[in-house]
T-cell receptor, first 116, second 111 residues
Framework: KAGVTQTPRYLIKTRGQQVTLSCSPISGHRSVSWYQQTPGQGLQFLFEYFSETQRNKGNFPGRFSGRQFSNSRSEMNVSTLELGDSALYLC???????????????FGPGTRLTVL | EDQVTQSPEALRLQEGESSSLNCSYTVSGLRGLFWYRQDPGKGPEFLFTLYSAGEEKEKERLKATLTKKESFLHITAPKPEDSATYLCAVQAWTGANNLFFGTGTRLTVIP
């Protein structure tokens, strides 16, 4: 079974620009979560999408947004880029089970974003 | 507030020298505790999920254990290819599926 894929793998942008990152989940997985990883803060949760709806959101400014399509693929957008947005952006997919079951998340390779 | 603390931050071992990594957690109702391995420039690779105190899981040279306050990742007779950052994360019974991560332990195994 193919794993989580993310495109592009590397991006270089300048301050003020916007960027869109893409994530294709494991086949059959309906939940996609996005995380930001930086050396200082570690892995921090951005948001989760399930069945095309944002189900949960972390503590990030509104410049960070996302969406999910009917085939469960997801995109993340960052507008008005700042130097501090330089990070590894990771996407994770899972079945999306809620309630009584633990829901294991499987990560993609990440997109390395550099803001100059 | 959910909190995960991993120690040590970095660990250097000789090949074959067994050791343990620690993950202490505070969470409002533990739904699951996860261990991941991350190589430089790559995404985290899933290792284990633990659900309840007393549970143990093994995979090759790795063994994960769980108590009500912490989890240990025991590495037996490590090899250089075990060098990586090991991440611990918790998932709580809040209705949300997101993981709350510790900052990781960077393990280096010297031949």
């Amino acid at each position: 079974k193919a794993g989580v894929t993310q495109t592009p793998r590397y991006l270089i942008k300048t301050r003020g620009q916007q960027v869109t990152l893409s994530c294709s989940p494991i086949s059959g997985h309906r939940s996609v979560s996005w995380y930001q990883q930086t050396p200082g803060q570690g892995l921090q949760f951005l948001f989760e999408y399930f069945s095309e709806t944002q189900r949960n959101k972390g503590n990030f400014p509104g410049r960070f947004s996302g969406r999910q399509f009917s085939n469960s693929r997801s995109e993340m957008n960052v507008s008005t880029l700042e130097l501090g947005d330089s990070a590894l952006y990771l996407c994770a997919s899972s079945l999306g089970l809620a309630g009584t079951f633990t829901d294991t998340q499987y990560f993609g390779p990440g997109t390395r974003l550099t803001v100059l | 507030e959910d909190q995960v603390t991993q120690s040590p931050e970095a660990l250097r071992l000789q090949e074959g020298e067994s050791s343990s990594l620690n993950c202490s957690y505070t969470v409002s109702g533990l739904r699951g505790l996860f261990w991941y391995r991350q190589d430089p420039g790559k995404g985290p690779e899933f290792l284990f999920t633990l659900y309840s105190a007393g549970e143990e899981k093994e995979k090759e040279r790795l063994k994960a254990t769980l108590t009500k306050k912490e989890s240990f990742l025991h590495i037996t007779a490590p090899k250089p290819e075990d060098s990586a950052t090991y991440l611990c994360a918790v998932q709580a019974w809040t209705g949300a599926n997101n993981l709350f991560f510790g900052t990781g332990t960077r393990l280096t195994v010297i031949p």
